[in-house]
């Protein structure tokens, strides 16, 4: 059983604790909080440097020093504090940040509400379990032998083949019904290939579909999107060795993950609102009446300064598209504008949760979209490398990790 | 009467408010009622989402959860509360609710009622004990 420390303030008295443990517990995980000895935490605080006015803060503290001090035995860890509480979020982010200098332990951080459900942890907990139980496969650089993998995604579907460690086939399309849309893909990423089905010796999934598509398939690996493509990302960008921290701004969420190695240690996801994904990329284009592809091109000839836009919620992200077309501002303008809300809301809600680590590689559908990576760029002060075929890294992790499991 | 007991779930408030004839309205009572209902089940003390909604009596929607869902379980006591006792400084074994926030606005709250209230310092030596024992015995045996 694999044990997740819990770090946090509020959880019980939001009515969140049960949905937590029970997250943990459909894969296989147990939620465990470091024992602490009352007389030990305002030492532990001290230790720590920061002295929150709330006790159960303080505990929080205490249990994270437990495990710096290896005095609590944990395999990962999570931390949590009631969304919109200051002094929380402070104690939130520090304690990540201490943990991951004393421990080598994965971490996710995570701000609550009292409509956090399972199913909004489900692919967190599940990317700390796997980062645990299958840090060998995760340590694979190379792919071997013929394998697929396929990223049953919210917005698209993405497939590709992989033979010896080069990529022979991928198509995409947008995801209809599910098990079809990957069924489809997966088909003409064989043909590109030329090769038949029966000769792909491994199958790997990931993305929201992958149970049932994996289920249909038969596929050797089903595994959360957080892990896979992290690994699809280092891979691509051929950064396998060393640190990286990746973006990963798809259809519907998004995810900032900093990696040792090609392995995950600390992550975050962001959807709640469609302002901060492609989603609201393809709405501002619906809306200019031009094509997605040539959204970036635009973006990259206007100016963001010149307009007032921000998606925090895209419906009013889309008021100030009109009203800015309305004061007579070009096209250009505002396709920069939202490329660059949509960053900002990455650089605002993601990235400060994460240390940023060098080198920034940026994937996911939104990676194609050139104005997406201007924006980018223009926040985090550096340019971020985006390897080819940047759409396809769930894809090509799956197709990566399944062939892990050809070899004995 | 109905005295509250500020930290809530302080166990030696509660047996000095109940030696004195009084009705301990403590974090223990609000708890209990809710571990013991087998129709709820979100433990470790059973608060549910739909508690917190009801925590929006007492704080707005902008207040985190974790503050809305302890005054949902406050709230009605200190809505009942006749007289309370509020500790100041209290070590977290003397009793704690975890949030400093909630404990502002509960100590805001029973202030705001207008009710007896006896705000006293947690003693650091027998001698302040003694007078605090004091002091809480006059307090209540002037309730009557």
């Given at each position: 059983m694999i044990k997740i420390a819990q770090l946090s303030c509020g959880t019980e008295y939001s009515g969140v604790q049960a949905e937590i443990e029970k997250a943990a517990s459909i894969v296989g995980a147990k939620m465990v909080a470091p024992d602490v000895d009352l007389k030990d935490i305002d030492a532990a605080v001290e230790e720590f440097g920061f002295s929150p006015s709330s006790p159960q803060l303080k505990m929080m503290i205490a249990r994270a020093v437990q495990l710096a001090h290896k005095r609590y035995d944990a395999d990962a860890v999570f931390i949590a504090s009631c969304f919109r509480?200051?002094?929380?979020?402070?104690?939130?982010?520090?304690?990540?940040?201490?943990?991951?200098?004393?421990?080598?332990?994965?971490?996710?951080?995570?701000?609550?509400?009292?409509?956090?459900?399972?199913?909004?942890?489900?692919?967190?907990?599940?990317?700390?379990?796997?980062?645990?139980?299958?840090?060998?496969?995760?340590?694979?650089?190379?792919?071997?032998?013929?394998?697929?993998?396929?990223?049953?995604?919210?917005?698209?579907?993405?497939?590709?083949?992989?033979?010896?460690?080069?990529?022979?086939?991928?198509?995409?399309?947008?995801?209809?019904?599910?098990?079809p849309s990957a069924e489809e893909a997966l088909e003409n990423a064989l043909a590109e290939a030329g090769v038949k089905l029966s000769e792909v010796e491994a199958i790997g999934v990931?993305?929201?579909?992958?149970?049932?598509?994996?289920?249909?398939?038969?596929?050797?690996?089903?595994?959360?999107?957080?892990?896979?493509?992290?690994?699809?990302?280092?891979?691509?960008?051929?950064?396998?060795?060393?640190?990286?921290?990746?973006?990963?701004?798809?259809?519907?969420?998004?995810?900032?993950?900093?990696?040792?190695?090609?392995?995950?240690?600390?992550?975050?996801?962001g959807g709640i609102c469609a302002g901060a994904s492609g989603r609201f990329l393809e709405i501002v284009a619906k809306r200019l009446k031009v094509d997605i592809t040539e959204l970036g091109k635009l973006a990259d000839a206007g100016d963001y300064r010149k307009i007032n836009m921000n998606s925090y919620c895209s419906i009013f992200g889309i008021q100030d598209l009109v009203t800015s077309l309305a004061e007579g501002n070009s096209i250009e303008d505002v396709a920069s504008?939202?490329?660059?809300?949509?960053?900002?809301?990455?650089?605002?809600?993601?990235?400060?949760?994460?240390?940023?680590?060098?080198?920034?590689?940026?994937?996911?559908?939104?990676?194609?979209?050139?104005?997406?990576?201007?924006?980018?760029?223009?926040?985090?002060?550096?340019?971020?490398?985006?390897?080819?075929?940047?759409?396809?890294?769930?894809?090509?992790?799956?197709?990566?990790l399944a062939s892990g499991f050809l070899e004995g | 009467m109905k005295v509250f007991i500020m930290p809530p779930n302080s166990l030696i408030l509660f047996d000095l408010v109940e030696r004195f004839g009084h009705e301990p309205l403590s974090a223990m009572k609000a708890i209990a009622e809710r571990v013991t209902d087998l129709e709820i089940d979100s433990p470790p003390i059973n608060v549910t989402s739909e508690d917190v909604k009801k925590g929006l009596k007492y704080a707005g929607i902008e207040v985190p959860s974790g503050i809305r869902g302890r005054l949902a379980l406050w709230g009605p006591l200190i809505d009942e509360a006749e007289a309370a006792?509020?500790?100041?400084?209290?070590?977290?074994?003397?009793?704690?609710?975890?949030?400093?926030?909630?404990?502002?606005?509960?100590?805001?709250?029973?202030?705001?009622?207008?009710?007896p209230i006896l705000e006293i310092p947690y003693p650091t030596n027998e001698e302040e004990a003694k007078f605090m024992v004091t002091k809480i015995k006059e307090f209540l045996e002037g309730l009557k």
């Amino acid at each position: 059983m694999i044990k997740i420390a819990q770090l946090s303030c509020g959880t019980e008295y939001s009515g969140v604790q049960a949905e937590i443990e029970k997250a943990a517990s459909i894969v296989g995980a147990k939620m465990v909080a470091p024992d602490v000895d009352l007389k030990d935490i305002d030492a532990a605080v001290e230790e720590f440097g920061f002295s929150p006015s709330s006790p159960q803060l303080k505990m929080m503290i205490a249990r994270a020093v437990q495990l710096a001090h290896k005095r609590y035995d944990a395999d990962a860890v999570f931390i949590a504090s009631c969304f919109r509480c200051a002094e929380g979020a402070l104690v939130r982010n520090e304690i990540r940040r201490y943990v991951q200098n004393h421990t080598r332990l994965p971490v996710v951080t995570y701000s609550f509400t009292e409509r956090t459900k399972s199913g909004q942890l489900l692919t967190r907990m599940e990317a700390l379990v796997t980062i645990v139980t299958r840090k060998d496969l995760l340590a694979r650089e190379r792919q071997v032998g013929l394998t697929a993998g396929i990223d049953s995604g919210s917005t698209t579907t993405k497939a590709m083949v992989i033979r010896d460690n080069e990529v022979i086939g991928k198509y995409w399309l947008p995801t209809a019904e599910v098990v079809p849309s990957a069924e489809e893909a997966l088909e003409n990423a064989l043909a590109e290939a030329g090769v038949k089905l029966s000769e792909v010796e491994a199958i790997g999934v990931t993305g929201y579909g992958r149970f049932i598509v994996g289920k249909k398939l038969k596929a050797k690996l089903v595994q959360e999107e957080l892990t896979v493509n992290s690994k699809g990302a280092v891979w691509l960008a051929d950064r396998q060795k060393g640190e990286a921290t990746i973006i990963d701004i798809g259809g519907m969420d998004n995810k900032a993950i900093t990696v040792r190695d090609g392995i995950p240690d600390n992550f975050t996801m962001g959807g709640i609102c469609a302002g901060a994904s492609g989603r609201f990329l393809e709405i501002v284009a619906k809306r200019l009446k031009v094509d997605i592809t040539e959204l970036g091109k635009l973006a990259d000839a206007g100016d963001y300064r010149k307009i007032n836009m921000n998606s925090y919620c895209s419906i009013f992200g889309i008021q100030d598209l009109v009203t800015s077309l309305a004061e007579g501002n070009s096209i250009e303008d505002v396709a920069s504008a939202a490329c660059h809300s949509v960053a900002e809301q990455i650089y605002e809600q993601q990235l400060q949760e994460i240390d940023i680590r060098q080198p920034v590689i940026q994937v996911g559908g939104t990676s194609l979209i050139s104005g997406m990576v201007t924006a980018m760029k223009d926040i985090l002060g550096q340019d971020p490398i985006v390897p080819k075929n940047s759409q396809y890294i769930g894809a090509a992790g799956a197709a990566l990790l399944a062939s892990g499991f050809l070899e004995g | 009467m109905k005295v509250f007991i500020m930290p809530p779930n302080s166990l030696i408030l509660f047996d000095l408010v109940e030696r004195f004839g009084h009705e301990p309205l403590s974090a223990m009572k609000a708890i209990a009622e809710r571990v013991t209902d087998l129709e709820i089940d979100s433990p470790p003390i059973n608060v549910t989402s739909e508690d917190v909604k009801k925590g929006l009596k007492y704080a707005g929607i902008e207040v985190p959860s974790g503050i809305r869902g302890r005054l949902a379980l406050w709230g009605p006591l200190i809505d009942e509360a006749e007289a309370a006792i509020i500790m100041e400084d209290a070590p977290y074994y003397f009793g704690c609710v975890g949030c400093h926030r909630t404990n502002e606005m509960v100590k805001y709250l029973l202030r705001k009622k207008g009710i007896p209230i006896l705000e006293i310092p947690y003693p650091t030596n027998e001698e302040e004990a003694k007078f605090m024992v004091t002091k809480i015995k006059e307090f209540l045996e002037g309730l009557k």
